[in-house]
Each structure stands twice: as C-alpha cells, then as structure tokens.
C-alpha cells in the first residue's frame, strides 16, 4: 500500500466520526464559512430542514434527552467565526453535556469544527442541507490539508481499532444493505420502464340491522284497529369494494353485494318508512356497481360506468354529516330524493368542472340500460328508457357553507317502472300518472352550514314539475324538504348525533283522472318525517348507530296513524 493511500486510510475516522456527530447531534452549526452564492440559492431550492426526530437508516441518531422539545429558533446570519482551537472558546458548550467529548475531539484534535461570530456553538438548532454540504466540504478541505501535510500520526491507534471493530461487526448489516440497494436499483427501473401499473384496493363493509315498526299499516283509507302490523326484523346488507387504479390518478370501482335487508314498504303500507339501504329484489350477490373515474385536464373530473351511476356518486350532495354509514338510516333522510335518486339503475357519463375552490359544476347524462334494450312485443322496436339529465352549480362563498342548485330533467318511458321520487314520499308522488310515461324538471336547493366544529345546519327544498307524456296533456306538482342538524364529536370524539325533520315528496297538485269525474291524485294532507340517530364509534372499523323516527300521516293523509320505527345498526368495515 502506497503511502498516499495509507494517509486517507488513517483520516477515515477523521470523517466517520466528524459525519456521525452532526447528523446525531443535528444542531445548525455550519464547520466554516457558507459561500455568499448560497443565499442566492435559497430563493429556488427548496430548504429541506432536516427534523431532529428523523432518523437514517444508514446513521444512527443519538437521542438527548435534556435537549429542549421546542428549541428557539435562531436567525441569525450563518456566517461562522475563524478556526476554534479549544472547546473552551465555545461559551455554550459546557463539559457536562452529553456530546461535549466528541466535539472536544473534533475541536482539538481534528481542528474540524469553527463556532459563530458571538463565539457560541448553538448546538440545539436544526441542521439545513445547505449548512450540512458547508460542513461537509470544510471537512474534506481539512481531510486535504491532513493528506497533504503527509502527517504520520494523524490519528490513534486505538481509533484505527475501533473502526476495525465496526467493520467486522457490521459486515453482515453492509452485505444486506448493498444487496438491498441492488434490489432496489432493480424494481426502481422496472417501475420506470412500465410506468402503466394497475393497483387494486380492498374494501368492504357490512351492515346489520334489527329494526321494528309500530302502527298500523298506511293504505289511504281509515287504518285497521284491529290488526297488529308491526314487524320485526333482522337483516344485513355485506359489500366487496374494488378500487382499481391504473395511473394513480383514476379509479374503477366495483362492488359485490348481497342484501336481505326488507323493504318496508310492503309491511306498512307506505315507501316513506323505507331505510337507505335495503334490498331492490336481487337475489344472492350481484354487481350493485362499476364506475370509473378519471381526471380531465387539470380542473375536470370525469365518470363513465354502465351500473348504477348514480347523481349521489359524481355530485357533492352537501349532506357529509347525516349521510353515509354513520349518518341517518332512513332513505328520506339522507338526501334531496328528487334530485340525486334517479330512481333506476343507470349507464352514463358524467362532467365535473372546478372553476375554482368557491365555483363547481357538474354535467351528467344516465339512462336506465337494462330498460333501454328490452323490446316492447308491440312491433315499435325498443322500449324508451328512463333518462336523466343532470346540472349543479356548487358555490362555496366560504370554508363553512356549501351551496348547492340542480336541476334535473328526468324521463321514465312506458311501460318501464315508474318512481318519480326515488322511492320515497306518498304513492301519488312516485307515480302521478299511473302507468303514462311522464318526464319531470327537477330542482332542488341544497345547503350545508358549519356553524362550529359541533354543530351543522343543513337542508334541502325540491320542486318537481311533472308532465304526462302520453295520452291527455296533464301537468303535476311535486314537493319536498327538510332540515338537518347535526352535532360531531357529540359526547365523545368521533361520534355523531343528529336530527332530521321534513316533508317527504308530496303531490300539491295534478291535473290527471284516472276515470271521469273521479279525484285527483293529490295529497290532501301533509305527513311530517321525524328522525334522531346517534353513532358511536366504537373503533375504526365498527360502530354502532341507534335510530328511531316516526311517519305522521303516512301518505299525507290524516286517516292514517303515526307509523313508528326503530333501528339498531352495526356497521363493519374494514
């Protein structure tokens, strides 16, 4: 070995140790003068500061203690003073600190350290890259000079030993890492090389409910006193969730369901005392949904899909507090029915557009396609199917409202179902006509107000105009509302409590007879839905959601009785 080699073998320990006290330390002190073209520099790199909590895996971080959590900041020029001879010049250091041997060493034995102009060391501040690459370079510079000067004892034996010692014991540790490394540069070019990666992501949840109703069974005439038409039930409604990505920016989402939750309609005489979530009269596990979305640009979002793209999926429904699975049950409750339930299963496309973080709009265009391809037997070719088209403008005047404005044009062919009013409100407001295809413009008015970090306001109002496409020229009019209040964090963090009181979807008006001289399909009264709930969270994969509210004059007829229900959900989900 040459004597120029020997040299830089014998100031190795000068760096290893000089590098391993300021990484563990991480104080901003710089080991000589910062070049004036770095302030230059900082106005376009970014300064990364380098936190005393984080930790290399290749360096090892020595934690102290007595250190202050919070340690002033200092902003004093970086400029250092000239070369410290002793530790002594330092006036902040003292022998009792934890490191004061190290910096003793690399004070006067190395010359490697220089302190600030007021002669302070300030070995508490943070430790910035540009100060770390200033050290690094002086110390190399007086790596050079030690070279240079063909020193023979530059440094001692028993250094020269312990790095030998660290070599050995760590020799298996420096095998995994290079190996680790070389792994590592592996997969990092085949990511670069196929940079359309596919990322699927499992989710699920599952609901179980045990629910009740009390009352008689609404029917449009004087109820029967005489018959017990409660029911009792148990039921569960379990999802797979597939979330699919493909350039980390889009989404497929496919979700399998199964559903034994009843509708309640049957039981009570009356869709208004159904909940958000049961079954539709499939049968096992079914595709319930899949939808894809991908970005457009930088401000557009746009959704495809040929199973249930729904307006609830692509159009904020300003409703985050009494919806979804910690929120109301009751399928009147969650939402403005008239608006974001097309009240069929559709295929579409959908436009969002982000003006800016106050101005959103979203475009939508759904037609039922199991309707739209089932031919009608009577020599006309295919049946027309129910279609929506569907316009919000979401303004955001501030952080805490939400205001929302949709309309909604809507069209269900014959012969095709009808449901006007997404399965809630009374008989008449689901179908005004009977069995004539009718169209209808929806609008509706949705507002959200976060009034504290405890309480929200919100509500909906929807006006309906229906039309009766085929047959007599007739027009109806259909309304609904309610207010929501909604208390987070109630009792307990992450829990939530609400209320909800409106008025489902109710016929105010019609024109259509079904025969000569007979009565309108109008509503003569007004029911009112009443409805408080409570999560609680019991982690984060389950909770718990009592809930319990009453339909007065089911049908918005006076002649029926309050019908009452009562729930008990657990949701799981993971």
Known sequence: MSKFLWNYLLVIPTVFYGLLFLSSVANADVL?????????????????????????????????????????????????????????????????DWAFQALQSLVERYGAIAGYPDGTFKGNRALTRYEFAAGLNAALDRLSELIASNTADLVKKEDLETLQKLQA?????????????????????????????????????????????FGDRANNRPANDTKDDTQTFFGYRSRL??????????????????NTIPNLTSSTGTAMTRFTFDTSGEQGVYLSQLVYRFPLGKNATVWVGPRALQPAIY??????????????????????????????????????????????????????????????GDGTGFADANNIIFSQLTLSPSRQLDIGLAYVHKYFGTRTGFNLTGGTGSAFARNPFE?????????????????????????????TLAHQESGPNNDATIVNGALTFAFPDLFKEGN???????????????????????????????????????????????????????????????????????????????
């Open 32 to 96: 000589n003068k910062i070049p004036t073209e770095t302030n230059a520099t900082q106005n376009t790199v970014p300064n990364t500061i380098i936190s005393p909590n984080t930790q290399s895996e290749s360096v090892p971080s020595i934690v102290n203690t007595e250190v202050n959590p919070e340690p002033e900041v200092d902003n004093s020029p970086t400029e250092i003073t000239g070369q410290v001879t002793s530790v002594s010049q330092l006036s902040d250091v003292r022998p009792t």
């Open 435 to 463: 069995q004539n295809s009718t169209s209808t413009d929806n609008f509706g008015l949705q507002f959200n107000w976060r009034a504290s970090r405890s309480f929200v306001l919100g509500g909906w109002f929807g006006y």
């Open 169 to 213: 014991e760590f020799a298996p540790e420096l095998q995994q890492l290079r190996a680790r490394l070389d792994s590592l540069e592996a997969r990092t070019a085949e990511v670069e090389a196929n940079q359309f990666s596919t990322t699927t992501k499992l989710l699920g949840d599952a609901v179980f409910v045990v629910a009740d109703t």
């Open 315 to 376: 159009a904020p429904t300003l409703n985050s507090s009494i919806g979804g699975l910690n929120g109301a049950v009751s399928r009147f409750a969650t939402f403005n029915p008239t608006v974001y339930r097309p009240g069929f299963d559709g295929a579409g496309a959908a436009l969002g557009y982000k003006f800016s973080n106050q101005f959103q709009l979203t475009l939508a265009y759904t037609a039922d396609n199991t309707q739209s391809s089932r031919p009608t």
């Open 496 to 574: 939530v409590g609400g209320f909800i009181v409106g008025v489902p979807p109710k016929v105010t008006s019609n024109d259509y007879r079904p025969r000569a001289n007979a009565p309108s399909r109008e509503d003569p009264d007004t029911s009112l839905h009443l409805e408080a709930f409570y999560t609680f969270r019991v982690n984060d994969n389950v909770r718990v959601t009592p809930t319990f509210y009453v339909i007065t004059s089911p049908e918005h007829n006076d002649a029926n009785d309050a019908i009452w229900v009562g729930a008990l959900r657990t949701t799981f989900s993971f």
């Open 241 to 258: 969730i597939l979330q699919t990505s493909f350039t980390g920016k889009d989404q497929l989402s496919t979700i399998l369901s199964a």
